[in-house]
């Protein structure tokens, strides 16, 4: 079945730093969804990629798709202490259900 | 005005227990799901249902049993609970399936003694 690798596992940052998360898999990915899930939350929607390419910012969020449709990246610049929590990546396979990353664990150190 | 709603939010059991897990939403969505997220936090889904029918099962043992009374709400009842049945289980609902945006419930927390 369809795989959606996700890295890294983890990563610290001192607050004010930067965070990149990346997706990647080794068939063509039907779209792309991210979510974050706080601490002892649930996860909640970010945003949908759809086109080869696409590019879409959320205040200090860019997400990308890449050209091939087979990686996709969601870049945090300037990370405050309210962005902790984990953010998964999850492609739609054969659309009709959601396949997740196995997500990054984001802290912040302030 | 909760979306998905789950209850209850932590079940603490014996193994041998059988045990249940409502939930309901209010989105008027067709389709709704059951993850599991262990505590290497990765969400596995189990069951889907769309319109009271079962679309997806993945391979989950028969002591997991899902029940769709109407398309707002998608129960989960476990029989003879496990240790390794310890975990986080997500409602979730979408308008369709598989493409569209997730809404997830606040998870039930079971841990199995």
């Given at each position: 079945?369809?795989?959606?690798?996700?890295?890294?596992?983890?990563?610290?940052?001192?607050?004010?730093?930067?965070?990149?998360?990346?997706?990647?898999?080794?068939?063509?990915?039907?779209?792309?969804?991210?979510?974050?899930?706080?601490?002892?939350?649930?996860?909640?929607?970010?945003?949908?990629?759809?086109?080869?390419?696409?590019?879409?910012?959320?205040?200090?969020?860019?997400?990308?798709?890449?050209?091939?449709?087979?990686?996709?990246?969601?870049?945090?610049?300037?990370?405050?202490?309210?962005?902790?929590?984990?953010?998964?990546c999850?492609?739609?396979?054969?659309?009709?259900?959601?396949v997740?990353?196995?997500?990054?664990?984001?802290?912040?150190?302030s | 005005?909760?979306?998905?709603?789950?209850?209850?939010?932590?079940?603490?059991?014996?193994?041998?227990?059988?045990?249940?897990?409502?939930?309901?939403?209010?989105?008027?969505?067709?389709?709704?799901?059951?993850?599991?997220?262990?505590?290497?936090?990765?969400?596995?889904?189990?069951?889907?249902?769309?319109?009271?029918?079962?679309?997806?099962?993945?391979?989950?043992?028969?002591?997991?049993?899902?029940?769709?009374?109407?398309?707002?709400?998608?129960?989960?009842?476990?029989?003879?609970?496990?240790l390794?049945?310890?975990?986080?289980?997500?409602?979730?609902?979408?308008?369709?399936?598989?493409?569209?945006?997730?809404?997830?419930?606040?998870?039930?927390?079971?841990?199995?003694?």
């Amino acid at each position: 079945g369809q795989q959606v690798m996700q890295i890294p596992q983890y990563q610290h940052v001192q607050e004010g730093e930067d965070f990149t998360t990346y997706c990647n898999s080794s068939t063509t990915l039907s779209n792309i969804q991210w979510y974050k899930q706080r601490p002892g939350g649930h996860p909640v929607f970010l945003i949908q990629l759809v086109k080869s390419g696409e590019v879409k910012k959320q205040k200090r969020l860019t997400f990308q798709f890449g050209e091939a449709k087979k990686n996709s990246s969601l870049h945090i610049t300037a990370t405050q202490t309210t962005d902790v929590g984990t953010y998964f990546c999850a492609d739609s396979w054969l659309g009709n259900k959601l396949v997740f990353g196995a997500g990054t664990i984001l802290r912040v150190k302030s | 005005d909760t979306a998905v709603s789950q209850t209850p939010k932590y079940l603490v059991t014996q193994m041998g227990n059988d045990k249940s897990i409502k939930c309901e939403q209010n989105l008027g969505h067709d389709t709704m799901y059951w993850y599991k997220q262990d505590s290497k936090k990765f969400l596995k889904i189990m069951f889907s249902y769309n319109n009271k029918e079962l679309i997806i099962n993945e391979t989950v043992p028969n002591r997991f049993s899902p029940k769709s009374p109407d398309k707002a709400h998608l129960n989960l009842h476990i029989n003879s609970l496990e240790l390794g049945d310890s975990a986080v289980y997500f409602c979730a609902s979408s308008s369709g399936t598989g493409q569209e945006t997730q809404y997830f419930g606040p998870g039930t927390r079971l841990l199995v003694l």
